[in-house]
């Protein structure tokens, strides 16, 4: 009877042993997709906290971009104003040029003409002019 216990216990220990490793294999196994759902959720949440970070930065820069635009559409509307001021000025102060030099180049005419006018006409004093003009001096105001 030893025999058969000893070979009874030898098969139970057997089969513990079997057991024992398909066990730690099913529940190491089970462990592991355990850790690794685990993992999965965490890093599903790292995800959803970077995309909503994400998303505020995007918004963010949205209205920036929308403040950004809409400070250099006034800079714009000034500049153009101001363009628009300085070449109302820059117009004038060209229109007063050319009319106080208009009005040089008329009364240096009249005195030329009186000079020819006269009885009798005062050729030298005349070409003086012209020729003070074409020598490139101005008449003063």
Known sequence: MSAVVASVIAALSAFAAVVSVVLYAYFG???ELANAREEALALAETRRQVIGDL???VESLERRHKRTKAECERRVVSCK???TRRGCKRAKEAYR???FYSTAFSDLL???RSDLERIPPDVGAALVRI???LAGERPAA
């Open 55 to 57: 998303r505020r930065r």
């Open 131 to 133: 020729r003070k003009l």
């Open 29 to 31: 196994r089970r462990s």
């Open 97 to 99: 040029t050319q009319h």
């Open 81 to 83: 104003r101001h363009s």
């Open 110 to 112: 009249n005195d030329v």
